[in-house]
């Protein structure tokens, strides 16, 4: 079966057509980096605009690429949360619209199991597995169970790992996107220059929690108390030791997890499994089988989205025509499950 799989949560319009979950027959991205540079961040009303403007002609190269018509498309699948509200709205519309009048099976996808699944797309991996979901909106550390079955584990309790790097990139003026620019100002830098603190959630429910607030705003606002003798105040080593403490952070909670569930495969997805510093200190585990997406695959794509629809295509799962889109999903996200529990959200 093959499925035509469409990605707009934030500022990458996608498309890609995947055979049975896992061929991968084109694999179409737009990016609008260039768009929001100027502002050092995303700006959801240009991205939604861009994605309105290009959907039509990426999913058109999606075809053309793979040699295909639309009638030799088994289903359509499009993203229909967490994200961008606005951006998510133009590509689920648009597939839904498009599955309706081809008269095709339309499937709404979640993207974080897209984010989980693309690992799955070149390699054969067995649940249950230990997942690291890393992205500039979520950190979840969660148990994978089966395709659609995330039991979470832990999640920030305030801010992404994604959003801490875009964010002290943004304030020392280094560029968007931050993730990138500060991977590679770090491998330049001395991770030892600064002792930046690392949260302490020891106890009870977050025990596999985690929290980048305090780390972003040390970094930001009080780098010289972090300061040790002998280094220089650097950009390169204020990069390097920020993104030692941010793995570091990380991969602590995932050990916790690892031990306590005794699971010994780990499974990355997200915008930050591509970072060459997460990648190296979890390769340092040799006693865990630990899997990344290709760096290709770990940003936004349509690939994970169509790959993830094929399984509910299979198992006989249908979208109805009245699927909206959803911007936040509570239990990602402790701050959020907290809000809803007191009735805030």
């Given at each position: 079966m093959k499925v035509l799989g469409i990605e707009s949560s934030c500022d990458e319009t996608a498309c890609a057509i995947v055979e049975d979950g896992k061929r991968i027959i084109s694999n179409v991205v737009a990016t609008q980096i260039p768009f929001h540079q100027i502002y050092k961040g995303v700006v959801p009303e240009i991205a939604s605009r861009k994605h309105?403007?290009?959907?039509?002609?990426?999913?058109?190269?999606?075809?053309?690429?793979?040699?295909?018509?639309?009638?030799?498309?088994?289903?359509?699948a499009a993203t229909n949360r967490?994200?961008?509200?606005?951006?998510?709205l133009v590509g689920l519309t648009f597939g839904k619209t498009l599955a309706w009048s081809c008269n095709k099976p339309f499937l709404a996808v979640n993207h974080m199991l897209g984010h989980?699944?693309?690992a799955h797309l070149e390699n054969d991996i067995s649940y249950p597995y230990l997942g690291l979901l890393v992205s500039g909106g979520h950190s979840i550390i969660a148990k994978v169970n089966g395709f659609d079955d995330l039991e979470i584990l832990g999640t920030t309790i305030d801010d992404s790992v994604g959003e801490a790097f875009d964010k002290v990139a943004k304030y020392y003026d280094l560029g968007y996107p931050g993730g990138v620019i500060i991977d590679g100002l770090a491998k330049k830098g001395d991770s030892h220059a600064y002792s930046f603190p690392v949260p302490k959630l020891d106890k009870g429910d977050h025990r596999y929690d985690v929290s980048f607030s305090g780390l972003k705003t040390a970094v930001i606002h009080q780098s010289q108390m972090f300061l040790n003798k002998g280094f220089e105040p650097s950009v390169e080593n204020l990069a390097a030791s920020f993104q030692e403490t941010a793995c570091r952070t990380l991969v602590g909670r995932l050990m916790r997890a690892?031990?306590?569930?005794?699971?010994?495969?780990?499974?990355?997805g997200g915008g930050v499994a591509a970072n060459s510093r997460l990648r190296a200190m979890l390769a340092e585990h040799t006693d865990?089988?630990?899997?990344?997406p290709p760096l290709k695959l770990c940003g936004d794509n349509g690939a994970m989205i169509a790959g993830v629809a094929y399984h509910f295509l299979k198992r006989g799962d249908r979208s109805g025509?009245?699927?909206?889109?959803?911007?936040?999903?509570?239990?990602?996200?402790?701050?959020?499950?907290?809000?809803?529990?007191?009735?805030?959200?």
């Open positions: 309105a403007e290009w959907i039509l002609p990426v999913v058109r190269q999606a075809l053309n690429e793979a040699g295909m018509t639309l009638s030799e498309v088994d289903a359509i967490p994200g961008l509200m606005g951006s998510l989980m699944y693309a690892v031990e306590d569930t005794g699971l010994k495969t780990v499974v990355a865990l089988n630990c899997i990344f025509w009245n699927t909206t889109a959803c911007a936040r999903i509570p239990q990602f996200k402790r701050g959020l499950a907290n809000l809803e529990a007191f009735g805030r959200r």
